[in-house]
């Protein structure tokens, strides 16, 4: 299945934000949700603190992810590495990447801050303006075809420009084995933006609906606000 190029992409995170306009909506554990999805809890075997073996996304998030799911060739499946994400878990990520760049010498705590703004959102338990993750309408993903994972270029939170999600379509001479890494972030991109995700251009796997930054890139009402916790309450 060939699909046309990423499209360029430009930083929104200026850009003004409406308040978000909380819907309600319940989560849903992706565990179950399809047999076209299967979860692989990325910061859980990393051994994070907080951290879960199921992944949650908003009940909306969930059916459009399944809808995405329903697009990949036969034999194919969507492989979840993270979703709703807590403000443990995500306070607990940005100290990590904030230390690794100081053991890479950044010692400018201006620099620092941008570094970590391009690849970790900062932590905040504000639910009007809360990270995506935290929404639980953002959703970090990859596919598995029938000989495992595709070939994406770099691992899950590579935090170099590889992991953009356009670095592959900017080579002029491609390699045969960059051609099939392109192809594949192709096949990612389009299955997701036709289900109504948006994309972190930042990022090869991440992907976000009803949060403020798809309201940004789509001209919408966000629609997620903070989820602080999980409990028989907020899920379906």
């Not at 992706?30 to 809890?41: A, E």
């Amino acid at each position: 299945m060939n699909y046309p190029p990423i499209p360029v992409k430009h930083d929104d995170r200026t850009a003004f934000t409406p308040p978000v306009i909380e819907c309600g909506e319940a989560m849903v554990a992706l565990s179950t949700l399809s047999p076209r999805i299967s979860v692989y809890p990325a910061y859980y075997h990393l051994g994070y603190a907080g951290t879960q073996t199921e992944a949650f996304l908003r009940k909306g998030v969930a059916h459009r992810l399944a809808s995405a799911a329903e697009q990949l060739p036969a034999g194919y499946q969507l492989v979840v590495l993270d979703g709703w994400r807590s403000y443990e878990v995500q306070a607990s990520l940005y100290e990590g990447f904030r230390q690794s760049l100081i053991a890479q010498g950044l010692t400018d705590e201006e620099a620092i801050i941008h570094e970590l703004s391009k690849f970790v959102a900062k932590p905040t338990m504000d639910i009007e303006k809360p990270s995506p993750h935290l929404s639980g309408g953002a959703v970090d993903l990859t596919i598995a075809g029938p000989d495992g994972w595709l070939e994406m270029g770099t691992d899950f939170d590579d935090f170099t420009e590889l992991a953009m999600t356009r670095h592959f379509e900017e080579l002029p001479e491609p390699t045969e084995k960059e051609l099939v890494i392109r192809n594949n972030r192709r096949l990612l991109y389009h299955i997701m933006v036709d289900a109504g995700f948006t994309n972190y251009s930042n990022e090869w796997w991440h992907y976000e609906y009803g949060t403020r930054s798809w309201a940004r890139q789509t001209d919408q009402q966000p629609i997620y606000g903070g989820i602080l916790e999980i409990h028989e309450k907020c899920v379906e």
